[in-house]
């Protein structure tokens, strides 16, 4: 016998949690928030700390309150209570390093680079990764989505009466 499964949407899924259970949205809330705070906590402890003040940049918080932040990894949300994680912008640098570039005027180009290369100066030597977002997150996942599974749960027996 096999399963069939249907893929509902956003939309679809919260308006039939919020039949079963009405309050589920907001006890889900604080939830999602603590989840994100304590991603961040973990990540910036896992953060390289050569890199001047970055492991401390790194918070978590709703989307909403961080409007001028740019997404990366998500699509747009339709979710008025997603929270995130939010650091200074060289992330990705860290994350999965550079390659060796030239820093010349001009060095982009092949020209460029020839000349750096042939100069020996203006040569980036590049930076090797220091991965540390996607693995504490991935170690963490099984965590938070206990969490927030126990949340949604603890709703939806608080709304049948159990």
Not at 18 to 34: F, G, I, R, S, T
Not at 122 to 149: D, E, L, S, V
């Amino acid at each position: 016998m096999a399963l069939k499964a249907k893929v509902l949407g956003r939309e679809a899924l919260m308006k039939r949690l919020n039949q079963l259970a009405p309050n589920v949205e907001a006890a889900v809330e604080p939830v999602k928030l603590d989840i994100a705070r304590e991603a961040a906590k973990r990540i910036a402890a896992a953060a390289p700390r050569q890199s001047g003040d970055y492991a401390e940049s790194i918070r978590g918080g709703y989307l909403k309150d961080n409007p001028a932040n740019e997404r990366v990894g998500i699509r747009a949300t339709k979710d008025p209570t997603a929270a995130g994680i939010f650091g200074k912008w060289f992330w990705h640098f860290l994350e999965f390093g550079t390659a060796p570039h030239s820093t010349v005027k001009g060095g982009g180009t092949v020209a460029g680079k020839k000349v750096a290369l042939a100069s020996g100066t203006g040569m980036h030597p590049g930076t090797a990764a220091q991965a540390h977002i996607f693995p504490t997150w991935r170690a963490y996942k099984k965590t938070a989505t206990r969490k927030m599974r126990n949340a949604i749960n603890k709703a939806v027996r608080e709304a049948r009466g159990k």
